[in-house]
């Protein structure tokens, strides 16, 4: 699904950072892999994968936390601590929001799942696209438009 209307606002558990969507997302995901489920004390996280162009922090600024590295930059309220959207260094043609962040995610489904060979045997979605990893780069331009087209 994608979202009714744009822009959406939304923010942090407590409201100190507020952020903005104006562009529809590029695909939606569930990631199974153990960190994410550290990062989110569930049993996957959702990203929302969208242009960062459609993005923006309207209020408040993040913080880098979570497990760093050469490659992520996860962004959170300083104060709160949620977790609201992930950098990857080296891509430019999305950053990975956290569809919860936002006032409206009811619309939210995953399209694709990773890493669902560290999945619980118990967590399942509705993606109709699963890998044991992740895509590889040259996948997603495919998973995009069988995305927009869906």
């Not at 990062?39 to 913080?63: I, Q, Y």
Request: net charge positive.
């Amino acid at each position: 699904m994608r979202p009714r209307h744009l822009p959406l606002p939304g923010g942090c558990r407590c409201g100190a950072v507020r952020v903005e969507l104006s562009a529809a997302p590029l695909l939606t995901a569930a990631c199974h892999c153990t960190g994410c489920q550290r990062m989110s004390g569930s049993a996957f996280s959702l990203t929302a994968m969208v242009p960062p162009s459609g993005f923006r922090v309207t209020a408040g600024e993040t913080v880098t936390g979570g497990a760093q590295g050469p490659d992520l930059a996860h962004q959170f309220c300083p104060r709160c601590k949620t977790w609201m959207f992930t950098r990857i260094t080296g891509v430019e043609a999305f950053l990975n929001l956290r569809p919860a962040v936002l006032d409206d995610h009811a619309w939210f489904v995953p399209f694709m799942e990773t890493m669902t060979r560290e999945r619980l045997p118990w967590a399942t979605t509705p993606a109709p696209h699963k890998y044991e990893g992740f895509p590889g780069m040259d996948d997603l331009p495919a998973l995009m438009a069988a995305y927009a087209a869906a």
